[in-house]
């Protein structure tokens, strides 16, 4: 039984690759309605996904309940690089909030830009950049390898030659 406070590894690509897209529609809508209340809803999703995986993420809890199911069966990959990247976008989501709120709107909408393309990456080609700088960190030895043996060398996933 996993505490509420845990991320599951392994994770389902494709319920992962679905958030995503969320996110980067989510991202979009609030770049170009200029609502501030998306951001806080993509910084509430993020966090949430830190802290408990799909648990408390409506998005994530669709894409893993009711869209991915529909994909086929289950395709699983590592969890701890998509926790980092949940990470990742923890920070850039809350700060794009917080730039928000004390005026910087500009830096506020840059940065949901960079969540758009970031985010359309995972869900449209599968390239997680948060996953590959997990992966870089910990070759270098800065994440312990044990957190993730799979996530130290990830060459032969991406179709890079070992």
């Known amino acids: 039984m996993s505490s509420l ?3 599951p590894d392994p994770v389902n690509e494709k319920a992962v690759r679905v958030t995503a897209a969320g996110v980067a529609l989510l991202s979009a809508a609030a770049i170009v309605t200029r609502r501030p209340e998306l951001l806080a809803v993509i910084a509430y999703g993020f966090v949430a996904r830190v802290l408990t995986g799909p ?5 994530a809890q669709l894409a893993t309940r009711v869209v991915a199911p529909r994909l086929g069966p289950p395709r699983p990959v590592a969890g701890p690089p998509k926790r980092f990247a949940q990470a990742l976008g923890a920070v850039a989501s809350t700060a794009a909030l917080v730039a928000y709120v004390l005026g910087a709107h500009v830096v506020a909408f840059v940065l949901a830009g960079v969540m758009v393309v970031l985010a359309t990456l995972e ?4 390239i997680c950049v948060g996953c590959l700088l997990h992966a ?3 070759r270098r030895g800065v994440i312990p390898a044990a957190e993730c ?11 890079v030659a070992r």
């Open 123 to 126: 869900s449209a080609l599968g």
């Open 136 to 138: 870089q960190l910990a």
């Open 5 to 7: 406070f845990s991320f």
């Open 55 to 59: 648990r408390l993420s409506p998005l």
């Open 149 to 159: 043996a799979d996530c130290a060398d990830i060459r032969g996933r991406i179709g």
